[in-house]
């Protein structure tokens, strides 16, 4: 689908998403090799803002990267 005014907030979810899925699944990829014995950390610490009264943060690693590549693919592909 290409990317137009109408569906902005779309393409906006599904980047999200894929930030959120990809973060998340190259987490639990590096908590399963530490329970085998390999040690893998290569994220960037937490990203983010404070506003005091609401924070918001994200670790940046490479399956943050990845998730929003395939969530911008899939975005194209619908």
């Given at each position: 689908m290409k990317l137009t005014g109408r569906n902005r907030s779309t393409f906006a979810s599904f980047l999200v998403g894929g930030l959120l899925v990809g973060?998340?699944?190259?987490?639990?990829?590096?908590?399963?090799?530490?329970?085998f014995g390999f040690e893998l950390r290569l994220g960037a610490g937490p990203v983010g803002f404070d506003l005091s009264v609401?924070?918001?943060s994200?670790?940046?690693?490479?399956?943050?990267?990845?998730?929003?590549v395939g969530g911008?693919?899939?975005?194209w592909i619908l």
């Open positions: 973060g998340l699944a190259w987490e639990l990829l590096e908590r399963v090799l530490a329970a609401l924070a918001v994200l670790v940046v690693n490479p399956g943050t990267l990845l998730g929003a911008i693919v899939l975005f």
